[in-house]
Nanobody, 123 residues
Framework: QVQLVESGGGLVQAGGSLRLSCAASGRTFSTYAVSWFRQAPGKEREFAAGINRSGGITDYANSVKGRFTISRDNAKNTVYLEMNSLKPEDTAVYYC????????????????WGQGTQVTVSS
């Protein structure tokens, strides 16, 4: 089992940057694929970015491609989401999620979730 804790959210102006962190407990973190999902007010939760267990495969939603970068440091049990050129439409609660097995963009494939961190981008 793994527990996830997100941090790094906050208020930023449009065009600015933030780096989110997802810290995991457990010694087998390197066996989990991890993704970031986000949920804006009044909208469904959606996939933003994901990374496989080794870090060799990443995937991004079209809306964040070229602006967000996901990475992981298995020695530190942490996954990062570097967010640049932020837009007001990036405003959401960001959740990290983990699953055993291959990377998937489907929310239903993830067994473990963090509590979320708020990202607010002002125009």
């Amino acid at each position: 089992q793994v527990q996830l804790v997100e941090s790094g959210g906050g208020l930023v102006q449009a065009g600015g940057s933030l780096r989110l962190s997802c810290a995991a407990s457990g010694r087998t973190f390197s066996t989990y694929a991890v993704s970031w999902f986000r949920q804006a007010p009044g909208k469904e939760r959606e996939f933003a970015a994901g990374i496989n267990r080794s870090g060799g495969i990443t995937d991004y939603a079209n809306s964040v491609k070229g602006r967000f970068t996901i990475s992981r440091d298995n020695a530190k049990n942490t996954v990062y989401l570097e967010m640049n050129s932020l837009k007001p439409e990036d405003t959401a609660v960001y959740y990290c999620a983990a699953r055993l097995g291959p990377l998937t963009v489907s929310m239903n494939g993830y067994n473990y979730w963090g509590q979320g961190t708020q990202v607010t981008v002002s125009s």
